[in-house]
């Protein structure tokens, strides 16, 4: 058990103790902790307000912010964010700042240097500093929303503070601009593949590393300290003509880590000239995804190569300088201080080169360190500029000039406008390189000059789309290039099953409707385990006859209530272990995500079938039966021998696990929340499970934490589902009221009742 979780403990056991004396003398210490939750009815008086509002919650918490201007709605919106998400709005502030440390201690101090380096919190600042008038207003009108709900706050703070030992500090406007490069962060993971690569380059047989690492990848790269969890979504659009109401139609479902509170939290907020509502993410004051009434929006991650790692080479004797193709240069650099909790502070001394800050760990005897070029660190982002003007955007048109400012990370936005037109446009900063295609999948050399960047490409230049009539756009991370298309994306496009199976669905129906489009998000078909299981049905009947009779029958859906998904997922993971466990060895976990394009590649090339640590030559025939044998021994011991009573949902389980409560037995156990799961990695209802190191578990950590719908022509307006509630305090009712919904894909129009009713009023200043 490390420190934090023993320190966690012991405050548990005080907080638990007092509770429990509390109850005897009356149930005053529930009491307050109860009392952290919100105010949701009556009037208050804020400072900051120019006018009245009034926030009605429907029976989800879901509020509708009814405002006189824009700068109101921003303010309430803040206001709103810190009653139902205050601490995971502090967390993910202290997060990109590189801060945690200083409320949790040493054990996070890993993941404070590495924010320091990368200096997302100096990258917001700049941003702040070039902000225009307009990007000023809304976030410095949100931060004095946030800043008076803390001031007018009764009650207790959210346990997480108590149990933690601090209070928040003020909300300042820059902290909001942090999660659009936190989330910039999230879904970039070229340089952690190079680094991957790197090491499999130099373990693997040169055949072999070919195999593996020059084919599409379907899995972004992991490291040790990001969850492995992939980047992916869905989107697409129809235009007027194929839908039953006559008006555009939208879908979107982003994928991320599951967990406790939401990422998303949805809103209403209607001014006299905007009627925004969608899914925000607190800390921002802006919609995300959503609709302002006239025109809806969505992302999906383009899966570009938007970083490179350079291999600097340090100047001999001079660990201070390093090569570059104009002679040597020094370092830049700067000291980041770390306060640290019950410990002495830390100070990091960040070094950076022409090409970007330095990522290795410093070896004072290393030859060379590694340098990260990313476009999210470019000095003149607008990202944020360009997601105020998306709020605000009155039509298509206006939206793509909005997105001439969206920068990273790069982004497919498909949209749609009350005029039947759609679109897309795969939105961001990608470099231009000297040599487009040498560096992509390997760290390059940063002394030559031949890998260089050489700018960025045109925003006329990306992939775009203008649709409408019977058009179908579709986007789910595949390769979004029109044909002869020429620019450098990236070499490795994620593999089009998603969008095959969509297009696929959409062909199939006339006269669409939003329940079509939410009945499309929760397909659970899988062409590639299927293709799998088919292709050596043969060899089952002979290796696991009873499985194979099971897998004769399945029609390929990843249904929790089957056994056929479970029997394929499995044999899937034994044949990966049992072909390539003994060439990689420790880096077989690291690697293997459900590649099965490369498995495939591996047993079609049969060099390398043969197992190096049996006394046998084993054929490709033989590693796959072996590997069903295998997994069918597995699930026996863990589920018994009736195969006919397995389950899919049995192994394949989403688990909402909160940040802090987590790590404490007794609340975790109380506040997580687990249910069994459809989908797989390859599904268009996303249900990407963590391969199983050991036993059969198949943990579902990545999915679609929202789910959007919008048909322009009908009047009930967008729906949604988030994965969790819209409060992060487990005292609320409303902390994981939307799980069912969300497992059964029941997507619902926010504000659909509105009876607890907040008036917020400007504080008027004494006489």
């Not at 429990?20 to 009392?35: D, I």
């Not at 601090?166 to 070229?190: C, F, K, T």
């Not at 409408?468 to 579709?474: A, E, P």
């Amino acid at each position: 058990m490390t420190r934090m979780r023993r320190w966690l403990r012991r405050s548990l056991i005080c907080i638990l103790g007092l509770v429990g004396l509390a109850g005897l003398a009356g149930g005053a210490g529930f009491l307050y902790l109860r009392s952290s939750l919100p105010q949701e009815t009556g009037e208050l008086q804020v400072p900051g307000l120019q006018a009245a509002v009034t926030i009605r919650r429907d029976d989800r918490g879901v509020p509708s912010v009814t405002a006189a201007s824009s700068h109101d709605a921003y303010f309430t919106l803040g206001f709103l964010h810190a009653q139902d998400r205050l601490f995971q709005m502090d967390a993910m502030r202290r997060l990109g700042a590189g801060r945690l440390a200083e409320v949790i201690g040493p054990d996070v101090l890993a993941i404070d240097r590495r924010m320091r380096i990368l200096g997302l919190h100096r990258s917001a600042e700049a941003q702040f500093r070039a902000a225009s008038p307009a990007l000023r207003e809304a976030l410095e009108a949100y931060a004095a929303g946030v800043n008076a709900q803390l001031g007018t706050r009764q009650g207790a703070l959210p346990p997480e503070f108590r149990l933690l030992g601090y209070d928040p500090e003020p909300w300042h406007p820059v902290d909001s601009l942090i999660w659009g490069r936190l989330m910039a962060l999230d879904l970039s993971a070229n340089w952690e593949g190079e680094l991957q690569n790197r090491r499999l380059r130099d373990l693997l047989p040169a055949p072999l590393f070919d195999l593996l690492v020059d084919r599409p990848v379907v899995n972004a790269a992991r490291s040790d300290w990001r969850q492995p969890i992939g980047l992916a979504s869905n989107s697409w659009s129809v235009g007027p003509l194929l839908a039953g109401s006559g008006g555009a139609m939208l879908a979107n479902d982003p994928h991320l880590g599951l967990g406790l509170p939401s990422t998303w939290y949805l809103a209403r907020l209607t001014t006299p000239d905007w009627d925004w509502q969608g899914a925000t993410a607190p800390g921002l004051p802006f919609i995300v995804i959503g609709s302002n009434g006239r025109v809806s929006w969505s992302f999906t991650t383009t899966h570009s190569d938007t970083q490179d790692l350079f291999v600097e080479r340090l100047v001999a004797g001079q660990p201070d300088r390093y090569e570059t193709p104009d002679g040597p240069m020094p370092f830049s650099t700067r000291e980041e201080r770390i306060r640290v909790k019950d410990a002495e502070d830390v100070v990091v001394t960040v070094r950076a080169t022409r090409h970007g800050p330095v990522v290795s760990d410093v070896d004072p005897a290393a030859e060379t360190v590694l340098a990260l070029a990313w476009t999210a660190l470019l000095p003149d982002d607008r990202t944020a500029e360009a997601i105020l003007a998306i709020n605000h955007a009155v039509d298509a048109a206006a939206l793509e000039v909005a997105l001439t400012d969206f920068h990273a990370p790069q982004q497919n936005i498909v949209f749609a406008d009350q005029d039947g037109v759609t679109g897309m446009i795969a939105a961001g900063r990608v470099p231009v390189r000297r040599a487009p295609h040498a560096n992509s999948r390997l760290p390059a050399p940063g002394w030559t000059g031949a890998h260089d960047w050489l700018g960025v490409l045109p925003f006329a230049e990306l992939p775009q789309i203008r649709g409408g009539g019977d058009d179908i756009i579709v986007t789910a991370n595949s390769d979004i290039r029109p044909p002869g298309y020429q620019p450098f994306l990236t070499a490795d496009w994620p593999d089009d099953t998603r969008t095959r199976q969509i297009r696929t669905l959409l062909a199939q129906t006339e006269g669409l409707a939003a329940a079509d489009f939410a009945g499309m998000q929760m397909d659970n078909h899988s062409a590639p385990m299927l293709a799998f299981a088919r292709r050596w049905q043969a060899l089952a009947a002979r290796a696991a006859p009873d499985a194979a009779r099971i897998l004769a029958s399945w029609n390929g859906a990843m249904a929790r209530d089957q056994a056929a998904p479970l029997i394929a997922a499995l044999w899937l993971d034994r044949t990966a272990r049992a072909l390539l466990l003994d060439e990689m060895g420790g880096a077989f976990d690291e690697w293997w995500f459900w590649q099965i394009d490369r498995v495939e590649a591996v047993l079609n090339d049969r060099r390398f079938c043969d197992d190096l640590g049996s006394d046998v030559v084993e054929t490709c025939d033989d590693i796959v039966a072996g590997a069903l044998r295998q997994a069918v021994t597995d699930l026996t011991a863990a589920y018994g021998a009736d195969m006919a009573s397995w389950r899919w949902g049995d192994s394949h389980r989403a688990y909402f696990r909160h940040p802090v409560f987590r790590n404490v037995p007794l609340l975790r156990d109380w506040l997580d929340a687990d249910m069994a799961t459809d989908g797989d990695f390859f599904t268009i209802n996303r249900g990407t499970p963590l391969p199983p190191r050991d036993g059969v578990a198949l943990p579902h950590v990545h999915g679609p934490g929202l789910r959007f719908v919008h048909d322009l022509g009908d009047p009930a307006g967008p729906r949604f589902v988030i994965a969790g509630g819209q409060s992060g305090n487990p005292f609320s009712s409303h902390y994981a009221d939307w799980l069912d919904d969300w497992q059964a894909g029941r997507l619902r129009p926010i504000g659909q009742d509105g009876a607890r009713l907040l008036t917020l009023k400007p504080l008027q200043s004494a006489p």
